[in-house]
Structure formats: structure tokens, C-alpha cells
T-cell receptor, first 111, second 114 residues
């Protein structure tokens, strides 16, 4: 699976959009981009995934650049409960079972 | 509520003890996983079960012994652990294994080995 690079930490004011970047410059054509988050003392939570089209669900939007070398997770109206570590993962369909979570981005939402 | 329940939430055990971690999923999934999360380290995959059959053992020491009696339940039996085995042990499930179906995690068991 391709390596991902994320900033170690970010801040966001409550009510504002949180835009979390992820670089995956070595991504191959059949690798999906996944986002999970882990709130302190809880297990990771699936947020969203995509291949090449932008995706949106009730939690977030995923914007993938046309060359697929980077993506951005958007939380449109961040709340204090969105404070967590956010993980960007790329993996090939049917490539096995391990998810390489890396170190992620620690997002702090402030009042 | 994630649909994946782990018990106990916290466990303290001595190095000579035998204990078991339990995981139950209420999502109708066919695959279940054990992950280990040590302090300041990324999650590490330990075991994968698909339709109650172990399909991956990620070089885990034999002092960790998994059991999957049915597709809804997963156990991790522990014996003669070391202090470095202290970690958060996470159970997860997915619709099937080997595809891109998202994983649903429980909230983990915080294990301390004394």
C-alpha cells in the first residue's frame, strides 16, 4: 500500500470547517483512500473512503485531486467532539487485511 | 455504540495469570480482527478471522491465542504475558475480509501486565 503523509497536528475553531490534508504521491490506480479517526480512549471510527471521485456522507466530505496524489478530508462545521486523531490510509482492494494507520493528524477543535 | 462490544474495558494481570478478552459484534459481519495499540505506536494487526476461520496470523507470539467460535464472537486468550504486552487491544469487524469494506472497531480493552 502507498505511503501517506499527514501534518502531525492542526487546530480549528468550533463551527468552522476543518480541512485535513493527506499526501499520497505514490498512490496507484487501484488504491482507495480511507479516512478513520480515533477519539481519546475509543477505538478508531470509519469516516469515509473514495477512489477518484469526491465523496460526501453525513460525517464529512472527501476531496481527491485529479492526479490522486493528495486528498483533503473536510469536516464542514467542526464541533468540540471532533477533536481526535485522523488517519488517512490508502490500500488496494483485495490486498489483505492490515490497515496501515500511521501516526495521523491530531485535530484540536477549540471553543 | 459502534456495534462491536469488548469486555472488559480494563484489565490488570500478573505475568503468570491466564485471562481472556472478549469481543462481540452485532452487525452481521463475516470477518473479525484483533489489533494492538501500544503507547505512541501505530495500530498493529494481530489476527484476522473470516467465517470463523483464521486467515492471518501476523507473527504474534504464542502467548496470545485467538478463538472464534462463531462469526459474532472473538476471544483473545492471554497467558504468561510480559510487561511490554501492556497496550490497548482492539477488536474490529467488517462485512468481509480482503475487500475494502470498512472496519468497525470496539472501544478496546486497556491491558496492564504487572
Amino acid at each position: 500500500d502507498a505511503k501517506t503523509t499527514q501534518p502531525p497536528s492542526m487546530d480549528c475553531a468550533e463551527g468552522r470547517a476543518a480541512n485535513l490534508p493527506c499526501n499520497h504521491s505514490t498512490i496507484s490506480g487501484n488504491e482507495y483512500v480511507y479516512w478513520y479517526r480515533q477519539i481519546h480512549s475509543q477505538g478508531p471510527q470509519y469516516i469515509i473512503h473514495g477512489l477518484k471521485n469526491n465523496e460526501t456522507n453525513e460525517m464529512a466530505s472527501l476531496i481527491i485531486t485529479e492526479d490522486r496524489k493528495s486528498s483533503t478530508l473536510i469536516l464542514p462545521h467542526a464541533t468540540l467532539r471532533d477533536t481526535a486523531v485522523y488517519y488517512c490510509i490508502v490500500r488496494v482492494r483485495h490486498s489483505g487485511y492490515a490497515l496501515n494507520f500511521g501516526k495521523g493528524t491530531s485535530l484540536l477543535v477549540t471553543p | 455504540e459502534t456495534g462491536v462490544t469488548q469486555t472488559p474495558r480494563h484489565l490488570v494481570m500478573g505475568m503468570t495469570n491466564k485471562k481472556s478478552l472478549k469481543c462481540e459484534q452485532h452487525l452481521g459481519h463475516n470477518a473479525m480482527y484483533w489489533y494492538k495499540q501500544s503507547a505512541k505506536k501505530p495500530l498493529e494487526l494481530m489476527f484476522v478471522y473470516s467465517l470463523e476461520e483464521r486467515v492471518e496470523n501476523n507473527s504474534v507470539p504464542s502467548r496470545f491465542s485467538p478463538e472464534c467460535p462463531n462469526s459474532s464472537h472473538l476471544f483473545l486468550h492471554l497467558h504468561t504475558l510480559q510487561p511490554e504486552d501492556s497496550a490497548l487491544y482492539l477488536c474490529a469487524s467488517s462485512q468481509d475480509s480482503g475487500s475494502n469494506s470498512p472496519l468497525h472497531f470496539g472501544n478496546g480493552t486497556r491491558l496492564t501486565v504487572t
